[in-house]
């Protein structure tokens, strides 16, 4: 059989030791970092993804001191207890891929640290954090710059094959090289060769405390996204002085934290930034890794092979699917459970500090505790809905080896999902459905589509889960029934709908309805449109890689009204929610709150404001579009009550307040896990 993915899965030679393939697991913090209890299941975490074929793992950041903490008390590296605790995350890596490498990695948060005792390059607040960082003093930095050795030597101690030294997304390597947030004077501050000298001397002092056989790897950060960030040139010489220091691979950092730019988020087109990683590779000699909204293999490929990239690095692919390498090495890639990059489960849990984990994929971060076992005996299992809900309990269900029937009322599956994947932006949730639609035809589901079933089709099995989820609730306005009113679900599947549009209600969907109107085609699917509506150049245009934004016009004009108090979206993801709110304001959709709906007729919407009803004003629309939430369908279950069958009720037809489809998943997968 010819190699399907040949440059990706070829190794990757690096003198003293050798990556198994092309595919990195980048950094990412879990959450089972920081508590030294969680190190079993870290273990475990980074053993499933090595089991799964990746050729090299980069655990999440630790820091070299107390300073460089991002929380308080949050995961260091700083003693050989340390380093002894970890022997079980590389032994586990290296016992499940006898190939697999992983990487410790290093990070100093500087001014982005959640507490007092922070420091950086000057005394300049981040606009993301409370604390005013301490300027390091010389004796500071130098203690520093030990700090990083030793960690890298306890790194070596406690079995790993190298370590990355983390300079970019804004932290502290990352604060000394922008003009932004260092103003010394001093040795390490006043010209780019000075700022760059911090993240040089670690490279450098650490490569003589490690020896040769160690991976040092150095995360770049290549587009600042923030103004007076970096020069293209700085950028450049930075990466041959870190590289002549002795560093093995340079990994790609796109975008400080707080940069206005969105750099993972679904609406990123795929692939977005390999060029400037291509643009970097050509300045050095050691092999460059590309990253950030790379998710599948085809595309890795491409890159590898159209590039001077060598190696592509995935962290939340592998989150969502630990045997992606597996796969791809099968040629088996249209049974990838896709990262659909919605941070949901992820990154927004990384906020609130839950253990990470992934909306496709609910087992990530909990390998030991939500275990698929294949079942002793089989039931016949009826499942109602192939929402998220029903298609995670069905696949799981017959991957048991359970015998399922799915029945679907549509003629399609992914029920209010196949709604999402229409948004501009997020088209790659349609990924979700071809991943579904083929396990559903691997483990062998019976499925019914255009079958809307009744209690007598659910007799006689041994267990039935109702994921009949929910429809769109109808508010009870004065005028409802006007011909002027559509509901998001027909607005989104093609009902015609006019220039001037009122959108009641502005949860996560009215505020997707409203990007639906505004916005005429996806530039997601276009870099360059994409890059001007953020105001995001390529490096080497402009230092700091930002400009003014130039969003297109909108295509419809539209208001966005809620009952409640503003501002509107507080509600949407800790890290996607400034996304969706900077794309409307860019598309100058209204934002109304406080509103009271006192009737629609043939010259629009009627509203006025507050208690006292003031402030009557008509908003003369064309349409009115409805999402003002959602009730749950739940009819079958006491037709089902009636017959003396007690149903599992999963998704949004349990609850539908809140609903979204990382619950549905969740609840559908550990339901048929215990089946
Ligand atoms: P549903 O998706 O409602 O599926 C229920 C299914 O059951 C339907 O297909 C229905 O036809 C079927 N059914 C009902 N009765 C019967 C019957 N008697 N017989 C057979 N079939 C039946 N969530 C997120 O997490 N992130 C997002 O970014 C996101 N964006 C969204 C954007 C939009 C525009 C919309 C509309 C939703 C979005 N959601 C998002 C919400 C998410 O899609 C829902 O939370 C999720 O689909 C609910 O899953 P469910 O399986 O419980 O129900
Ligand atoms: P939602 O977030 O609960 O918002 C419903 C909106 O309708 C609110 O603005 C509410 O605001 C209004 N409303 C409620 N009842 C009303 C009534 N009787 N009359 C008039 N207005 C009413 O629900 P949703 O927007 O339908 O989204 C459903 C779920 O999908 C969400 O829970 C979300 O998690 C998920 N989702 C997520 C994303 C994402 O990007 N992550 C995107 C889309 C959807 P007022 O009460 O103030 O008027
Ligand atoms: Fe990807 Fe969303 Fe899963 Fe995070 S939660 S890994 S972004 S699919």
């Excluded at 700022?195 to 056989?213: K, Q, Y």
């Excluded at 994929?361 to 390998?367: S, T």
Aim: net charge neutral; aromatic share 6%; hydrophobic share 40%.
């Amino acid at each position: 059989m010819t190699q399907p993915y040949p440059r990706l899965l070829s190794p990757l030679d690096l003198g003293f030791t050798t990556l198994r393939n092309r595919v990195v697991m980048g950094s990412m913090h879990t959450g089972l970092e920081d508590r030294s209890r969680d190190i079993g299941r870290l273990a475990e975490y980074f053993a499933e993804r090595a089991r799964g074929g990746v050729g090299l793992i980069i655990t999440g950041g630790y820091a070299p001191n107390r300073t460089g903490w991002l929380l308080p008390f949050a995961a260091q590296m700083t003693s050989s207890a340390d380093a002894r605790q970890h022997r079980r995350v590389t032994a586990a890596v290296h016992a499940a891929g006898a190939e697999t490498k992983i990487l410790l990695q290093i990070l100093h948060a500087g001014r982005y640290a959640f507490h007092p005792l922070s420091a950086s390059a000057s005394s300049i607040k981040a606009p993301t954090t409370p604390f005013r960082p301490r300027r390091l003093s010389g004796r500071g930095i130098e203690a520093t710059i030990d700090d990083f050795v030793r960690a890298a030597a306890l790194a070596r101690e406690a079995g790993y094959d190298g370590v990355e030294i983390m300079g970019s997304e804004g932290y502290l390597l990352n604060q000394f090289l922008a003009p932004r947030t260092n103003r010394r004077t001093d040795a390490w501050g006043g010209s780019a060769e000075k700022r760059r000298r911090l993240p040089v001397e670690i490279v450098r002092r650490t490569r003589a405390a490690v020896g040769a056989d160690f991976i040092i790897c150095y995360r770049l950060s290549m587009a600042d996204f923030v103004p007076d960030g970096q020069s293209w040139d700085e950028i450049v010489a930075l990466a041959q002085e870190v590289e002549e220091a002795g560093a093995t691979l340079i990994n790609t950092g796109i975008g400080w934290h707080e940069a206005r730019v969105p750099t993972i988020v679904t609406s990123v087109p795929n692939s977005a930034f390999a060029g400037i990683t291509h643009a970097l590779a050509q300045h050095v000699a050691v092999p460059v890794i590309a990253s950030n909204r790379i998710n599948m293999p085809e595309a890795a490929e491409q890159i590898l092979t159209d590039t001077d990239v060598s190696l592509i690095s995935m962290a939340r692919p592998l989150l969502a699917d630990p045997a992606w390498v597996r796969k791809v090495s099968a040629d088996a890639a249209d049974e990838i459970n896709t990262c659909i990059a919605c941070n949901q489960a992820c990154l927004d849990h990384v906020f609130v500090h839950k253990t990470v984990s992934c909306l496709v994929n609910p087992r990530a971060g909990h390998e030991t505790t939500l275990t698929l076992q294949p079942t002793r005996s089989a039931r016949r299992v009826a499942v109602v809905g192939a929402g998220p809900a029903g298609l995670a309990a069905s696949v799981t269900a017959a991957q048991r080896g359970h015998l399922v029937t799915l029945f679907e009322a549509h003629p399609h599956i992914g029920g209010q999902f196949d709604l999402a994947r229409r948004i501009p932006g997020k088209e790659e949730f349609a990924e979700t459905i071809r991943y579904f639609t083929r396990m559903l035809d691997k483990h062998g589901v019976d499925v019914r589509l255009g079958v809307r079933a009744t209690a007598a089709d659910l007799a006689g099995y041994d267990d039935v889960v109702l994921a009949t989820g929910v429809t769109p609730r109808i508010p009870a306005i004065v005028g409802i029934d006007h011909p002027m009113v559509v509901s998001y679900a027909e607005a989104l599947t093609g009902t015609p709908v006019g220039r001037t549009v009122a959108v009641i209600g502005a949860g996560g969907i009215g505020f997707d309805v409203s990007e639906f109107l505004t916005t005429a085609h996806s530039p997601t699917l276009d870099r360059r449109e994409w890059m001007a509506e953020w105001g995001a150049v390529d490096p080497w245009q402009a230092r700091g890689a930002v400009t003014t934004p130039l969003p297109t016009a909108a295509d419809r004009e539209v208001y966005l009204l809620q009952r409640s108090a503003g501002p509107q979206g507080r509600r949407l993801g800790k890290t996607t929610g400034w996304v969706h709110r900077a794309s409307l304001r860019a598309k100058g959709v209204e934002q109304l709150c406080g509103v009271n709906y006192e009737r629609i007729d043939d010259s629009g919407l009627h509203i006025s404001f507050g208690s006292d009803r003031r402030d009557p004003r008509l908003l003369e629309v064309d349409n009115v579009v409805i999402c003002a939430g959602q009730d749950p369908v739940r009819d079958l279950d006491a037709a089902l009550r009636r017959t003396g069958l007690c149903a599992h009720i999963i998704g949004g037809a349990a609850e539908a307040l809140e609903l979204d489809a990382k619950r549905a998943i969740e609840q559908g997968t550990v339901l048929a896990a215990r089946l």
